[in-house]
């Protein structure tokens, strides 16, 4: 509306700035004419070259003071007034004074449509890298059990986001997708064990102990590991020595010490016990965030990523790590075990450290929020189109359910 009204008034000026300047030639006709009759007396008594001056000098003074009249009277105030318009109406004109905004999460994006076809790949991939039979082929079935069992494979999709988000593309970001999604299976495999959070149930199935008993579960964890790390290597399309080292380190070290590993022996330490905003962000950065950092940042390591670019994602991804933590503590409370395919409430009747025991419902979801704010952030800088899924992503795990 404000921008049509200065577009009327830029039109209204230009016409009546027409009319005007055709008003001052049909005067200035006018007053020749009179002039020259006037001359034509004054003939008889002057010399003609002087009259000729004073009709030329008469004309400019007369086109002097028009002139002033038009820019005093027409001009400065169309200006103020489309300065008026501009400075209350026009945001667009106001926006140009601010810091440039993020157009991030402007681009129409079907994230469902998106995410079905990246788990379909995935779950196509997975099948077909399954052994069928080895010299065990109960620890064979138990890895299949639990690889194939559903889940939102949140991680390869994130993989291959990343990928895709620096130019690469997914077929050579799937080998490292799958084996997010085998590295994830096989702790969840040993996170339902007794001895760690002892859960019955895994993705609406008997968890793998259950299924198959505590030796095979836990040989079948170790068998996935390094079938994980098996398939990178041995599938590897159109990647550079340089760049695999570099993401298989990055792997391998969200499992371990600095990863994974400690953050299940730190969840496990703090059970029972009061525990600092602080020490269940660290424990729950390295139990669920690591893994979903390696995702992000193996995928653009592998698609050709600047490090400028792996700056930015990591700390995409290390937002989106706690976020995921504290919405799936919102959830273990508030929904049924059917939705969550696991023992719900479990966390809070076996005393975990979790967000819920440090805040509360409204305040979780507040931090959830700010950590999904944090995350897409970072994607600020890239084009709108470019950052679509990985936004995008990050508001799912907002709302997962
Ligand atoms: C053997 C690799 C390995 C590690 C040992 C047991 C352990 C160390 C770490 C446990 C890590 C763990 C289970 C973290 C919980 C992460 C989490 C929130 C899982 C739920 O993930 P979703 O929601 O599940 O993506 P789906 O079923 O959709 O895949």
Known sequence: MALSLVKNLIIDEKTLTTD????????????????????????????????????????????????TYTTMFIHAPILLLKLAVKFYFAESWISKLKPKKSNVGSHVFQLEHYMECK?????????????????????????????????????????????????????SAMPMACAMEIIHTASLIVDDLPCMDNDDLRRGNPSSHKQYGEDIAILASAALSCLAFEHIVSKKVNVSHDRMVDA??????????????????????????????EQLENIHALKTGRLLEASVVCGA??????????????????NIGLLFQVVDDILDETQPTTKLGKTAGKDSASQKATFMRLMHIDEAKDYAKELVDQAVHELAHFDAARAAPLYNLAHFILNPI
């Open 20 to 67: 005007l300047e055709s008003m001052v030639t049909q005067l200035e006709d006018h007053i020749l004419t009179k002039l020259v009759r006037a001359n034509k007396a004054l003939d008889k008594r002057l010399p003609l070259r002087v009259h000729r001056k004073l009709i030329v000098i008469a004309l400019r003074i007369f086109k002097i003071v028009l002139r």
């Open 119 to 171: 788990k379909e790949n995935v779950n196509k991939a997975l099948v077909e890298l399954l052994p069928e039979n080895g010299i065990s082929q109960k620890i064979c079935n138990a890895m299949k059990y639990s690889l194939l069992a559903g889940g939102k494979r949140i991680r390869p999709i994130l993989c291959i986001a990343a990928c895709e988000f620096v130019g690469g593309d997914e077929s």
């Open 301 to 318: 390591i592998i698609g050709g990523a600047t490090a400028s670019e792996i700056d930015k994602l990591r700390k995409y991804a290390q």
């Open 248 to 277: 298989i380190t990055e792997l391998a070290s969200a499992i371990g010490l600095d990863g994974l590993v400690s953050g299940q022996y730190l969840d496990i330490e703090f059970q029972g016990k009061k525990v600092t905003l």
